[in-house]
């Protein structure tokens, strides 16, 4: 069965350090991969996706992932965080046509000053 | 463009009643798909609609159902609610039914069933 794995629920860092929020999935078949952001009490909004091409994809908001399909992950880094970068983020792949998200369990991600 | 849009935002019901609950998809968006968010949880696909049919179907117990109106708009029903069922639903639309297609999600509906 195809299953997302976000391997850190809480992670904790220092106004404009780097972090990297790791995500791992597993599928026998190809995927499109997904990094979501939710702020508190609000929606899913997406930061970037791969669909194919570069394995490195560049998002919204100064974020990035790599896709490694030897290592089935697909970390989010970025390089300097912001207080306003505190929020809960989703990894997601979907594996066929119609766009069925399957969703890892979260990672929590707080900015301190 | 108002994006997805949701109703009500937050809602409060009875062990056993029913509820429903709307979504109008963002403009030129055709296709639906809601999801169930359990607090500290990620999103759980529940079904998604496209040309008024359930294309896809999580796994979910018949007391979900649903219903996209020829205006893409949705409905999501669950009937006889049970505790377990209070959570953020969420819905998302698409253009389409293309592979790696971008979901755009309204910001929810928070159902506490008591």
């Known amino acids: 069965a195809q299953s997302v794995t976000q391997l850190d629920s809480q992670v904790p860092v220092f106004e404009e350090a780097p972090v990297e929020l790791r995500c791992n999935y597993s599928?026998?078949?190809?995927?499109?991969l997904f990094w979501y952001v939710q702020y508190p009490n609000q929606g899913l909004q997406l930061l970037l996706k791969?669909?194919?091409?570069?394995?490195l994809v560049k998002g919204i908001n100064g974020f990035e992932a790599e896709f490694n399909k030897s290592q089935t992950s697909f970390h989010l880094r970025k390089p300097s965080v912001h207080i306003s970068d505190t929020a809960e983020y989703f990894c997601?792949?979907?594996?066929?046509?119609?766009?069925?998200?399957?969703f890892g369990q979260g990672t929590e991600l707080s900015v301190k000053p | 463009d108002a994006g997805v849009t949701q109703s009500p935002t937050h809602l409060i019901k009875t062990r056993g009643q029913q509820v429903t609950l709307r979504c109008s998809p963002k403009?030129?968006?055709?296709?639906v798909s809601w999801y169930q968010q359990a607090l500290g949880q990620g999103p759980q696909f529940i079904f998604q609609?496209?040309?008024?049919?359930?294309?896809q179907r999580g796994n979910f117990p018949d007391r979900f159902s649903g219903h996209q109106f020829p205006n893409y708009s949705s409905e999501l029903n669950v009937n006889a609610l049970l505790l377990g069922d209070s959570a953020l639903y969420l819905c998302?639309?698409?253009?389409?039914?293309?592979?790696?297609?971008?979901?755009?999600f309204g910001q929810g509906t928070r159902l506490t069933v008591v």
């Open positions: 997601a792949v979907t594996f066929n046509q119609g766009g069925k998200l399957i």
């Open positions: 998302a639309s698409s253009p389409g039914q293309g592979a790696g297609t971008e979901a755009f």
């Open positions: 599928s026998s078949v190809s995927v499109y």
């Open positions: 403009s030129g968006h055709d296709t």
């Open positions: 791969y669909l194919s091409g570069s394995t």
């Open positions: 609609y496209y040309e008024e049919e359930e294309r």
